[in-house]
Structures are given as structure tokens and as C-alpha cells.
């Protein structure tokens, strides 16, 4: 008998502690579901277990594995539930994050959103086991297309290659002005940057350490081990961790010339003066005539010489010793812009667009339409609307408007034989104007008037930027790494062949794009690209350049100096 109580007391107690063992668990339970329900509310990420991404991957099999890189092994897999192929990243155990330090960070990398940036779908956090799934990006890497280009393919074209500077320059931007706090990727580099059919860049394994608070010029000390591949790593980072958004404009830099030359960021199998891509190129830099010998020979001489000199010039801005000399990405972003649109021969196939940070910039512009854009807007070519954004619609719009009334006035100017550029205006002497003409009321634009320039000044967010039809012009004030100047520059050229002897004489003088010793600084920095060959000018130009104080929105020059002024405080 007395057994019973015996075997009842420890069995009473063992149910007593396993119902409180249930209760917790459901609690557990019951929470984690809220937790989740919680998260998925902000993200769609989607979280998986451990054994459905083995499903997913074969059980992690040797076939499925794509690579191995600096956190793990990548897997391709196939989701059973849905059907969609990804990227199973299975981070190495050594050094993992506690479970909450994981999601915290995985939840913050689900928040990114960019079609230049690989898609995050989910994370798998169980036990010990840490794994990121990602869309998987099926064209390869970008150091494989440009190293081992598949040979039923043809090598990448010029614009291929503008195109995908300027998609990894979106991504970039994205991650450094869109995303706050601003995600420094701290890794970018050929083989990080993956294109797919269309061969779209997706920039991949970023943000997997984010940074806190402060951007731009403020350094900003690591406790996390460094990181960085030799070749790519910004000088100032490899020598003492010191990480800013400027290093990754090297590391950019240092894509965009491998864009250029197919070479290797590091190569050792080359001669030891040209193993380092930028240490190779720095000389050249310097000498516009060289360039030419730059190029990857696949392209067979089949780009334009000003789409060369200001990609290189671009790419030597990037690269600079000085990180404070460096440009901001978006500047980057906005100049590949233009040349992802030019064809071999130079002529962009598309109006340019830029893509306005400050929506105000394209109220701005409206405000001004009825007088600068004729009442019956040309249609938007095919061109047109494939480059439009959903969200850049209205800047876009207004910016075909004016671009098509522009075409209009230029074709009456031909008409009327005034081939004389509109006011004769060298475009570096714009502060003169702007200060000439600051309390000028504005004037509607006289649209008998031939030689009437169409210009446009509008603030850009922090920026300025000068469009007339075509040309990019964009002033750089920066120290070069040998304190000498770099040249090039950029204009779609596409009516330049109408354009006068004497003009075309006259903008030899503004061959390059030249980088003054003047600051350091970004609020002084810009970039000018500037005509750089005998092709002339047919005084269209877009420029770059930051302003610290006024915002100014609105200038309309007209032949007599005089212009429509519009300043906003
Ligand atoms: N989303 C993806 N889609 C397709 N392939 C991918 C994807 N993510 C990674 N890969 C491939 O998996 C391999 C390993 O990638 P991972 O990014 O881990 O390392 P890595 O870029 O080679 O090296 P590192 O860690 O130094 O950047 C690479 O070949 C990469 O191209």
C-alpha cells in the first residue's frame, strides 16, 4: 500500500512539473507567435526551419553548393512549399551571434529593398544553426563575366558595362542616402556584385554588420574585425580600420575600372607594377592619351573616347588617396547615369534622366512648364518610358517635357541658321550669372526668341544640377593622388555635328574633367565634366556642383544674360 504514495508523490510531482514544464512551453509558444506576428507585420521576411531548408538544398549536398565565402557556404536550393530557387548562405558557426542579436540584425537586412541589392526571403535560427535564404541571382558573379566570359557569349558591350557601374552605383547609393542608419557594405567588389539574365548587377553579401549612427566624412572606428578584400579595400581602411561611406566609393572605383579594362583588382600573375589594378592605373591617370590602352582589347575599340574619358575619370575620382576627395556616391550615380546611356559612337539612345533626391527639385520645374514646354508636349518615345521609374514619374515627366521643348527650340534656332550657341556662356562661369542674377524676378522665356538658352538650375537636394539639353558637365574640386590634373568629360554629342568650327575651337580649352587642388571638403566638392574633345559643343550641358547656403531652384538664361531666377531658402 505504502508503495502507492511512494510512486503517487513522485509521479504527482513529476506531473506537477510537467504541466508546469507544458504551461511555460506554451507560453514559450505563444509568445514566439506574437513575436513573429509582430515581425512579420514590419518585414516580409519569412522564416524557416532547419529542415526545410535541408529539403531545400538536398540535405546541404556537394551539387548544391555554390561557393564558400568569408561567412559561410552558399547552397542552392529550391523551397518546397513554393518553388522558388534561392541562395541558402550557412553562416559558420565560429563567431555567431546570439539568437536575438541574429534576428535583430537579419530583421534591420529584411527592411532593404532595392532592385540593384540581392533580396533577402528569410533566416533560419534554429539551435545552433544560423542561415540566411536569398533570391538566387542565376547570371554569375561579375568578376566571372568580366574574367570568364562564357564563349557562346559575347563579350560585355561598352553600355553593358556603363549600365551595370550604374546599377551597382544605385545599390550603393541606396545603402549609404536611402537606408538610415546608412549601411556601409564594406566588402563591394566584382565577385560580390551579381547579375542576372538581363544582366542586372544585384549587389550581395552587404549590411551584415551595420553600422551605427553618423555617416559620410564622420570615421567611424570598427569593433568587428576588418574586413575587406585586398585590391578593393580603401586605403585608409586597410591600414587602420577606418571605415567611412568613402571607402566604399573606392572599392567602387576599383569595380568600375575592372568594368573598364577587365583586368584584376589583384592579379598576381602579372608583373609586379601591374598586379594592383589601381597602382597600375594611377599613372595613366594622368595622361588622357593613355586611356585608349586601358580598355579590355575585347571591346575592340567599339566605345565612344568621351564615354572612356569620363568613366576614367570618374573611376580615378573614386580611387583617391584622400577619402574626403572621394565623391559621394550619388554624384557617381547621377554621372554613370548619363554614360550607361551612350552608345559605342557616343550618342545616348535615351533623354537623359536624372533621378532627383528632392522632389521639390521636379515642383520646381513644373511650376516653370507653361513657359518653358510648348502646349502639345511631343509623345514619349519608347526610350523615354522604359526609363521611367514608378517613382520618379512626375521629375521624369517634367524632365521630357522640357527636354522635347528644348528639341523644338533648337530646331528653330537651325531653322533660323543661328548657330551661335544661345548666350555664349562658358558653363564655368555659372556663379557669375547666379550672382548677377539672384533679384531678378522671373521672367517667362521668350519663345520667338531663337537664341534663347534653355537652362535649368534646380536644387538637388544638397546638390545643383545644371540641365540644358545633353552634355554633363560637372566640376570636380579635388586633389588628384599625385597633385596633378585629371581629365575627362562627357556630352551626349548628339547634335554636335551641327554645331560651328569656332565653337568647337573654343571648347578644346575645357578638354577635361579636372580635378583643382582647391578643397577637400564635400560641402566645396563637385564634380564637372566638361567637353573634352574636338567634337564641340552645343552649349547643352548638365552640371554638378553643391552648394552649402541658398537653394536655388530655378534659372533661365536667355541670349541677353538675363534669367528667370527662382530661389527657395
Ligand atoms: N543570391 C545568390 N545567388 C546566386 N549565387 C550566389 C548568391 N549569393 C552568393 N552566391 C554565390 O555563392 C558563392 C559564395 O558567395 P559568398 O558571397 O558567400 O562568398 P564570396 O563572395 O565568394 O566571398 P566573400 O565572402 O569574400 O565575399 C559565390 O560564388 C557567389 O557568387
Redesign the pocket.
Not at 555554390?66 to 552558399?74: K, M, S
Given at each position: 500500500m505504502h508503495c502507492f504514495p511512494c510512486f503517487s508523490t513522485p509521479r504527482n510531482k513529476k506531473s506537477s512539473s510537467s504541466d508546469e514544464a507544458n504551461n511555460n512551453e506554451v507560453k514559450l509558444h505563444e509568445r514566439r507567435q506574437s513575436d513573429e506576428a509582430e515581425q512579420s507585420e514590419e518585414t516580409t521576411l519569412k522564416i524557416f526551419s532547419f529542415r526545410e531548408l535541408a529539403t531545400a538544398t538536398k540535405n546541404f549536398r556537394q551539387e548544391c553548393l555554390?561557393?564558400?565565402?568569408?561567412?559561410?557556404?552558399?547552397y542552392?536550393g529550391t523551397l518546397k512549399s513554393t518553388g522558388q530557387v534561392?541562395?541558402v548562405?550557412q553562416l559558420d558557426k565560429h563567431g555567431l551571434h546570439g539568437n536575438k542579436e541574429f534576428q535583430t540584425e537579419v530583421l534591420s537586412l529584411g527592411q532593404l529593398d532595392h532592385p540593384n541589392l540581392?533580396k533577402l526571403v528569410g533566416y533560419c535560427a534554429d539551435g545552433d544553426q544560423r542561415l540566411l535564404v536569398?533570391?538566387?541571382?542565376?547570371g554569375?558573379?561579375l568578376e566571372?563575366n568580366l574574367q570568364e566570359p562564357k564563349p557562346d557569349r559575347e563579350p560585355m558591350d561598352w553600355t553593358m558595362r556603363m549600365q551595370i557601374a550604374y546599377g551597382a552605383a544605385q545599390g550603393l547609393e541606396y545603402l549609404h542616402d536611402k537606408v538610415d542608419p546608412p549601411v556601409i557594405y564594406r566588402?563591394l567588389?566584382a565577385?560580390?556584385i551579381?547579375l542576372d539574365n538581363d544582366l542586372c548587377p544585384?549587389l550581395?553579401?552587404f549590411g551584415l554588420h551595420k553600422l551605427g549612427p553618423g555617416t559620410g566624412d564622420k570615421m567611424m572606428a570598427l569593433s568587428s574585425r576588418v574586413m575587406g578584400?585586398y585590391g578593393y579595400s580603401a586605403p585608409e581602411y586597410t591600414r587602420g580600420g577606418t571605415l567611412t561611406t568613402k571607402s566604399d566609393v573606392y572599392s567602387f572605383g576599383v569595380v568600375l575600372l575592372e568594368l573598364i579594362t577587365s583586368r584584376k583588382a589583384l592579379d598576381t600573375t602579372k608583373p609586379n607594377d601591374e598586379q594592383n589594378l589601381v597602382s597600375w592605373a594611377q599613372p595613366i591617370f594622368r595622361d588622357p592619351k593613355r586611356y585608349p590602352d586601358m580598355v579590355d582589347p575585347l571591346l575592340k575599340k567599339k566605345f565612344s573616347e568621351r564615354g572612356l574619358n569620363q568613366a576614367v575619370a570618374i573611376a580615378s575620382m573614386c580611387v583617391q588617396e584622400e577619402p574626403t576627395a572621394r565623391p559621394l556616391i550619388s554624384d557617381v550615380m547621377v554621372a554613370l547615369s548619363f554614360l550607361s546611356m551612350s552608345t559605342e559612337d557616343g550618342i545616348p539612345t535615351a533623354v537623359p534622366m536624372l533621378s532627383f533626391k528632392d522632389k521639390s527639385m521636379s515642383i520646381a520645374l513644373s511650376r516653370h512648364d507653361s513657359n518653358l514646354v510648348s502646349p502639345t508636349p511631343e509623345v514619349a518615345t519608347e526610350d523615354d518610358k522604359s526609363s521611367t521609374s514608378s517613382d520618379e514619374d512626375s521629375s521624369v515627366d517634367n524632365e521630357k517635357e522640357m527636354v522635347s521643348n528644348k528639341k523644338k527650340k533648337k530646331k528653330l534656332e537651325e531653322e533660323d541658321s543661328l548657330t551661335e550657341s544661345d548666350d555664349g556662356s562658358d558653363s564655368n562661369s555659372d556663379d557669375e550669372h547666379e550672382n548677377d542674377q539672384e533679384s531678378q524676378p522671373p521672367k517667362p522665356v521668350d519663345e520667338k526668341n531663337q537664341a534663347q538658352s534653355l537652362k535649368i538650375k534646380y536644387r538637388y537636394s544638397w546638390e545643383d544640377v545644371d540641365i540644358n539639353e545633353g552634355r554633363l558637365s560637372s566640376k570636380s574640386s579635388q586633389k588628384s593622388n599625385d597633385g596633378g590634373s585629371i581629365s575627362s568629360g562627357y556630352e551626349s554629342n548628339k547634335d554636335h555635328d551641327d554645331l560651328p568650327k569656332e565653337k568647337e575651337e573654343k571648347e578644346e580649352d575645357h578638354t577635361h574633367l579636372e580635378h583643382m587642388q582647391s578643397s577637400k571638403t564635400d560641402d566645396s566638392q563637385s564634380i564637372y565634366f566638361d567637353d573634352d574633345d574636338d567634337s564641340g559643343d552645343d552649349n547643352e550641358e548638365v552640371s554638378l556642383h553643391r552648394v552649402k547656403s541658398e537653394v536655388e531652384v530655378g534659372s533661365f538664361e536667355d541670349d541677353s544674360g538675363d534669367s528667370l531666377h527662382h530661389t527657395e531658402s
Open positions: 555554390l561557393g564558400e565565402g568569408g561567412f559561410g557556404r552558399v542552392k534561392v541562395a548562405k540581392v536569398y533570391d538566387y541571382i542565376s554569375g558573379t566571372d566588402d567588389k565577385s560580390n551579381l544585384k550581395c553579401d578584400t
